[in-house]
């Protein structure tokens, strides 16, 4: 039998005596002490599905997360965009770190102030990335993706946690519906999870009867 996914009576003894002598949770904070302190945090290896409506923040959310876990953990993010380029992810994570308009960053008009917030935040971004060698990564395919593309090509660099933002931006090679594509991304996830020893986030629109949705 396959050792790696059959535990016998014996094995399970093992299993529970690893499992007492564990020094670290498995466990990913996200930095919302209300979430962290019930949970723990994100599973690690895990899926998660982040669902909101439209406008409902799923990206600064993300983001928010993504660079707590940089920040403030031993956690290495990384951001994949399938929406918008680098650069608007970067805008949108100034404006979260920072606690500047991002209107303000959008349209430049920023005053003097607010550029140096700005450019003292990430000082200290590059100065935790220096002492630490950890990397906060920002992934901007330019061409449609499946899931399993993605998970290919970044699994060279071996990140705890990975943000998919859209959902709905995966490519859909057999024009399934939405929920067999749901199922399918999280059957294939959470395989891939436990091989990369990673967690994966998937952001996700809810409709109006709050339901997941993969198009539009």
């Known amino acids: 039998s396959d050792k790696t996914s059959l535990l016998h009576s014996e094995d399970i003894c093992k299993t529970a005596e690893k499992i007492l002598n564990e020094k670290h949770s498995n466990r990913i904070p996200t930095g919302f ?5 019930r949970t723990g945090g994100f599973p690690c290896p895990g899926v998660v599905i982040l669902a909101a409506p439209p406008g409902g923040m799923k990206t600064a959310m993300m983001l928010q997360c993504a660079s707590h876990q940089y920040l403030h953990t031993d956690f290495e993010p990384c951001v994949v965009s399938l929406e918008m380029a680098k650069d608007e992810i970067v805008e949108r994570q100034m ?3 920072a606690n500047v308009d991002f209107g303000h960053i959008q349209l430049k008009i920023m005053s003097k102030i607010e550029k140096e917030k700005i450019r003292e935040t990430y000082k200290l971004f590059e100065k935790v990335g220096r002492l630490t060698k950890r990397r906060f990564s920002i992934f901007a395919p330019t061409d449609d993706v499946t899931f399993i593309q993605v998970a290919n090509e970044i699994a060279p660099f071996r990140y ?7 959902l709905s931006l995966l490519r859909n090679d057999e024009g399934k519906d939405d929920w067999q594509f749901l199922r399918d991304i999280t059957r294939q996830a959470k ?6 020893k990673c967690t994966y986030v998937f952001l996700a629109h809810l409709n109006e009867q709050g339901e997941v949705k993969y198009s539009g």
Do not use: E, Q, S, W
């Open 33 to 37: 002490d209300v979430f962290d302190n």
């Open 95 to 97: 404006a979260n770190l």
């Open 160 to 166: 705890n946690i990975v943000y998919f933002d859209y």
């Open 191 to 196: 395989r891939r999870c436990v091989k990369d």
